[in-house]
Structure formats: structure tokens, C-alpha cells
């Protein structure tokens, strides 16, 4: 078996197969990354803080390295004024995640996943704009299967017809298609298609897997998880946020915090940058995963709030250990809470006062 690489739909039929996301929010929190513009110059500018990052994951236990090239495009080069670094850019950030995946901790290397995501400009009243978006997407693939792509995964659209778009750049590869949706606030797509009947037109047309990801928590992502698997053949993919959005607040764009907060950020909303009271624990994320394993998904993973402590806690969820499982908590030593004979009784009898 030793270096044997398995394709993504063999890995899906056998079991569940981790995807670490959320890279977004994990790089700005390392300190290499501005907020709000988010773009991923880090594999230009840090290329180890980036290849840190995927590692990261991978001993989490997350089977593909996703290239970092979220946001990398065109149009967001254009906003920044650095569209002369567009190509670089990619292609870094692609060589570093296949570096990484085929330096697997176990026989087996991880699978690299070449990235397009929303665009931002694409526009269903506007044709014009999909001509533009068809560009965006095309140069992209073309860089990711250029540099050795695995797979490819399309994430994050909000717009129907942006996401068939982009599936339909993927499929003309041959490799397999990840693609998953991130309806806003609204729950319906920004075209009026709904989100199940997204999900079962991307699976019409050739999604190999099909889901969510992003915007959404475990709480506002689950209902339509549940709707999507009962109507897909398909394999399914789910990648909530870590935050806990609810039914007035179903995406993080608008999520409040009415937890105590002392000190609101200067900004319009605690998105992006003052979150942090708003977070899931592990064990919320661990209960989702299972859930939706349960259910029959099996592509799963954390997108924005990711870090590889939750990405342990989704591949423990169901069932697998993975190298950081080594580390996982033991309060049987902790020197208040522990129950080892050596933990002194009179710091156990404090235990409600600590
Ligand atoms: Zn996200």
C-alpha cells in the first residue's frame, strides 16, 4: 500500500474524508494577512507561514491541502493593484499545498486541491460579468492543473449560476469536482434558485461532490444539509463556520454580540474581526460532524474559524485517529479537576471554588 494514492471518489466511498478551510481567518489571526482585503499574499510574502498552515491541518488530520488561492484572482488583484502578481501568486500558493501533500505524515499522500471561489463580480443581470468570471475561473484552473492538482473544489458561491459556471470550467479537466454554495442571510441563492435545487442542478451537472460551505454555523448550516443529502445521489460536503449563527442571524456577515461585550469594534459589525466571543466550542463542531456523517455526508471540514484543534475534533467525530489525536485532552492529570491518586485532596476539594 506504501505510497499508493487513492482518488477522492474511492476515498469518499470507503469513509469520511477531512477538509481543512477557513484559511482565511487562521492566516489574519497568525498576523500575515490584512482583514477585510483578504488576500492570500502570504504565499508570496511568507511562504513558510503557509506551508506551517497546511501542515498544521495535516497532522489535524485533514486528507486534502487546499491551495491557498481563496480570493487570489483577477478582479481582487485588480482592487489591490497587484494584478501583475496574480500568476505568482497561484502558483505558489499551488506548489506549497502539493509539497505538503506529498509529504504525508502516514503511506499515504494527501490529496492537493486547486481552489476558485465567488468572484464577487459576477452579476445574473449582467451578462457581461459571466464572460468575465469564465475568464477568472479558466486561468485558474489552467495554473491549478498545471501544478499538479488532485482535485478541484469551487466554494463559496452565493449565486447559482456563478457556481454552475465555475463547475462547468472545473469538469473540463477530467479531475474530480468539489463544489459547494454559501447562501447569504436571504436562504435562497442571490438569483432566486433555492438552495436545494442549486445543489441538485450542480449534481445534474457533473458535481462529483456537492454541499455548503462557509457563512454559515453548525445551527443555520444543518437544516438544508439535511434537505440536500435526502435529494442527492451524489457525494455530499459540509463546512460550516465556527460561529454560532442562529435563525435571525443565519450567515456571520450580521451575527451581534450581546454576550457582554464591553468594547465593540470600530467597524459596522463584529464581522470579520470581533467574532471571537461568538465562536463554537470543539464539542459543537465534533456534534455536527457527526450528525451530518450520520446523515450520509462525507466530505467534511471547517471552513472560516478552522483551526487544527477543530479539524482533530472532526475527524475524532467519526471515528478516526489522527496524528494530533495524540494530544487530545486528559483532565485525568490536571492538578484540580484530575482523578490520578497523585492530585492532591485538598486541590480536588477546591475544585468548585478554583
Ligand atoms: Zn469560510
Redesign the pocket.
Known sequence: MKNKKRDLIERLNSGPVICA??FLFEIERRGYMASGQFVPMVSLEHPEALENLHRDFQHAGSDIVQAFTYNGHREKMRVINKEELLEPLNRSALKIAKKVANSPIGSEPNLMAGNISNSNIWNDKNPKSHIEVEKIFTEMIGWAVDEGADILIGE?FYYAGEAYKALEVMKKTNLPCVITIAPMGENIMRDGVSIVDTCKELEQRGGDVVGM??FRGPATMMPYLKEIRKVLKCHVAALP?NFRTTKEHPTFFNLPDNNGCTCHTPHKTPFPTALDPLQCNRYEIGKFTKEAFDLGVNYLGV??GANPMLIREVAESVGLKVPASKYREDMSTHFIYGTHKRIAKHMKDYADKA
Do not use: D, F, M
Open positions: 478551510e477557513g463559496t460551505n462557509c463556520i471552513c472560516c
